[in-house]
């Protein structure tokens, strides 16, 4: 072809290219260096001293006045002993064990004031880890005298309410600075605490002496003990508070510790108060062991404090609604919440990854071994729930289907291994996320739970049911019986212990798990223990119970979404029709095909839609814009359950049966 001024095309491209070879070349060429001078970084400031195992000189004091209540403010008064003289560095606690990420509230600190010998001292926030304070006490100064606040959320929006009119939930570990330098474990501590007239109080510390205080209430002073345990063991206190032993004459005092809103909420029978005495003992029977000289289990029964569920080596934090007694008959979702939390006294605080112990609570933990800490925990909750009547046998199979139904549909495995949901306490910091399928959140706990279930089929399987994961609890989780000292391990110990119970290629099965990316959940588990995962239009009693706690209705198996109580979408499934027809978490439903808004209406929509051919209409509401979405859906409600492969009783069954002692 040739152009209409009979030039070649070829011959005008060279032409324009030697017209432009000087820019050319000097675009090709190293940039100038330009003569306006250009910012440099500053250096950084000096780190903060690594901690050396030392014994501090001296017991930090702390005193903290919880008595006002219409605020919701706990007021610290805090004696720091001066290791020397020069410079110092208080901080404050940071990474959280149980939260596994740098969730520390120092958000929460507020009215910071320092003296030395009655002279204010003024303190400096270290300008890179802004939960370290520096300090230059005057010359001669033996201590300082800190005061702060901790301001408890007035509201949800701002975290966990802990102090209402009735309880308070003091957690030691915000609630006092520490000097940089020296393991926690090196620092003695000496707390006390000035509750409300009248209250009551349980926590893992040993109480050294009572008194009235003078402007009303009462203080309570506990024994001098290392800062790392004072930090992991918390109190609850409140007004209505009743007591249950629940292993009298056992190897070390179990306690039921139980603070309501409400006097009536503390009313309990016989055969409930049963079930958590058979939980001690169905634990003693699993672990082999104990890792405490008493334990308490911190139960909160309130709607306006929230509500908790985090371990310590001998207690936990155990918040639920306050129906848990009183409406026990209404369903047993959640009840496996003190199982799963009594197990980490063995699983999680005695035995611990070796990256996540640290020496203080300012060091970065790494979380690479909570598949075992977390989801060997939720396994067992699920197990020792069942074999202790906290849950029925059949409510236990019900909700490991909705756990299986949950990870065969989470369709962000494609991109992300289930190790790396290790990360995501450090990544999201449990903030809510938009596309949970997708994107992934703490999988760790239950598609973990799913690999244990996975693991103690084929150990049964394989030694014809002569051994099971139970075998390796007592090996791994009890050594040492009566030891509540940290004992660490690495991914090639608990392969080593597998291997002892039943040899295997440990290491292949656990990585193929971890590191793999399906498609669907690791549900073989369910396979040997004689049971297969379907889908019905009748949803099991014990999912009716669960979306009864979250006040939602469930249609993610069908619609692909999750919505509440006030018609807001809650979650959507990464690809479901719901996502494929535009609609995002927050959406808000507003009608039916032409219908106001409800759940029956909607559930009715899906089933009529199985035998017609018109698709599904929604009026939605996304930010301030209404839309018509049409979902073009035919296969009628599912609900995950599981079914018995064969006749008899599988492996799954004798799992969930209670131990013999």
Known sequence: ???????????????????????????????????????????????????????????????????????????????????????????????????????????????????????????TRDPVDVYAFHIDPPKGARSLEVEFQFLSPVSTREGRVVMTPEMLNAQWISLALYPAGYFTRDIPMK??????????????????????????????????????????????????????????????PVRLDVIADAPEDLEMKPEQIQAHKNLVQQAYRTFGSHHYDHYDFLFTLSDKMGGNGLEHHQSSEDGVPPGYFTEWDKGSAGRDLLAHEYTHSWDGKFRRGADLWTPTFN???????????????????????????????????????????????????????????????????????????WQRSEDYYSEGQLIWLDADTLIRERSGGKRSLDDFAKLFFGVDNGSFVTHTYGFEDVVRALNTVEPYDWSGFLKARLEGHGPGAP?????????????????????????????????????????????????????????????????????????????????????????GKEPIELLVKINNHFRTVKIDYHEGLKYPHLEKTGPGDGSLDAILTPRAG
């Open 1 to 123: 072809m040739r152009s209409g001024f009979g030039v070649s095309a070829a011959v005008l491209a060279a032409c324009l290219l030697a017209a432009c070879l000087p820019e050319v070349r000097a675009l090709a060429a190293p940039a100038a260096k330009s003569s306006i001078p250009q910012p440099m970084p500053l250096p950084m400031p000096p780190p903060i001293p690594a901690p050396q195992d030392l014994p501090y000189p001296g017991a930090l004091g702390v005193a903290v006045d919880a008595t006002d209540l219409s605020h919701g403010v706990f007021a610290v008064r805090e004696t720091v002993p001066l290791a020397g003289p020069g410079p110092m560095i208080l901080t404050y606690p940071r990474w959280l064990p149980g939260a596994h990420n740098p969730g520390g509230s120092i958000d929460k600190v507020a009215g910071l004031i320092i003296h030395a010998d009655g002279k204010r001292v003024e303190w």
């Open 191 to 252: 707390v006390s605490i000035k509750l409300p007239e009248g209250w009551k109080y349980a926590t893992a510390l040993e109480t050294e002496r009572e008194e009235a205080a003078a402007s009303g209430g009462q203080w309570t002073h506990f024994k001098t003990t290392p800062f790392n345990t004072v930090a992991d063991s918390p109190l609850i206190a409140g007004k209505y508070f009743k007591r249950v032993e629940l292993d009298p004459g056992g190897p070390a």
């Open 363 to 437: 060091v970065p933990m790494r979380d690479s071994l909570l598949w075992v800490y977390e989801g060997q925990t939720q396994y067992w909750g699920y197990v020792l729930a069942a074999r202790s009547a906290l849950m029925s046998k059949q409510d236990t199979l019900d909700a490991i289907a909705l756990t299986a139904a949950t990870y065969d549909h989470r369709v962000g495995r494609a991109w992300k291994a289930l190790e790396d949901t290790t990360n995501d306490p450090i990544v999201s910091q449990r903030r809510p996320l938009s596309w949970l399928s």
């Open 523 to 611: 549900l073989d588990g369910l396979k040997r223990g004689g049971y297969r995962l379907v889908y019905t239009d009748v949803q099991s009693p014990y999912a009716k119970n669960a979306e009864s706690r979250r006040h939602t209705t469930d249609f993610m198996y069908s619609l692909g979404f999750s919505v509440n109580k006030d018609g807001q979408l809650t979650d959507v499934q990464w690809e479901g029709p719901a996502f494929k027809a535009g609609l995002t978490a927050d959406t808000q439903l507003i009608a039916v095909n032409g219908l106001n808004y409800d759940a029956d209406l909607l559930k009715q929509a899906v089933t009529s839609a199985r035998t």
